[in-house]
């Protein structure tokens, strides 16, 4: 199916494993972005990326890691997962252009206990 | 860095009734902006956008205006319905980045 899809939906871990959240586009497009959404914050920006092989950091990018080695995958990996990481996370991805929006995927919960 | 506020988390409106969602962003670099709306349990999804050198944009029961002077947006949504209730989110973007950067949002409840 066309479009953006994260994976899993819902995940619950424990303190300290590692986590790896996926997100697959098929419109091919440059920027992929993740963002995690708490209560109060809004959603606030992970890590992006501009291309394949090229990510850069966002606003509150400690405590995970992100590759990129083909344009249409974007995992987001949580090395050692803590409480304080229990959110809902967003994939999204958005063409290059003055003026293009993302499009977002439907969202991971993640429970850290 | 840009911060995006809202000036009103809830919004309870009744239906049929016009809502006025406002936001004010601090970059005055942001030249395009772009409002999403999230229903409970899904992604943000786009509802309209607008370029820097625009003042007003109209969709379909929908309008937004940028007032730069200020940097201060507005979403309105005319003849309110059920289904618009949801949370609202202002995404201001600063030229030459893709970033998009959100504010807490809005929740708009619309009453029948």
């Known amino acids: 199916d066309a479009g953006i899809t994260q994976s899993p939906r819902y995940k619950i871990t424990e303190t300290g494993r590692q986590v790896t959240l996926m997100c697959h586009q098929t419109w091919s497009h440059s920027y992929m972005f993740w963002y995690r959404q708490d209560l109060g914050h809004g959603l606030r920006l992970i890590y992006y990326?501009?291309?394949?092989?090229?990510?850069d950091k966002g606003e509150v990018p400690d405590g995970y890691v992100v590759s990129r080695s083909k344009t249409e995958n974007f995992p987001l990996t949580l090395e050692s997962a803590t409480r304080s990481q229990t959110s809902v996370y967003f994939c999204a991805s958005s063409a290059t252009g003055t003026n293009t929006e993302a499009f977002f995927g439907q969202g991971t919960r993640l429970t850290v206990v | 860095g840009e911060s995006v506020g809202l000036h009103l988390p809830t919004l309870s409106v009744q239906e049929g009734d016009n809502s006025i969602i406002n936001c004010a962003y601090s970059n005055s670099a942001s030249d395009y902006f772009i409002w999403y709306k999230q229903e409970s349990g899904k992604g943000p999804q786009f509802i309209i956008d607008?370029?820097?050198?625009?003042d007003k944009r109209q969709g379909q029961r929908v309008t937004v205006l940028l007032n730069k002077t200020v940097k201060h947006l507005s979403l309105q949504i005319a003849a309110t319905q059920p289904g618009d209730s949801a949370v609202y989110f202002c995404?201001?973007?600063?030229?030459?980045?893709?970033?998009?950067?959100f504010g807490t949002g809005t929740r708009l409840l619309v009453s029948p």
């Open positions: 607008i370029r820097s050198n625009m």
């Open positions: 995404a201001p973007r600063q030229a030459g980045f893709q970033k998009l950067v």
């Open positions: 990326s501009a291309a394949a092989d090229i990510t």
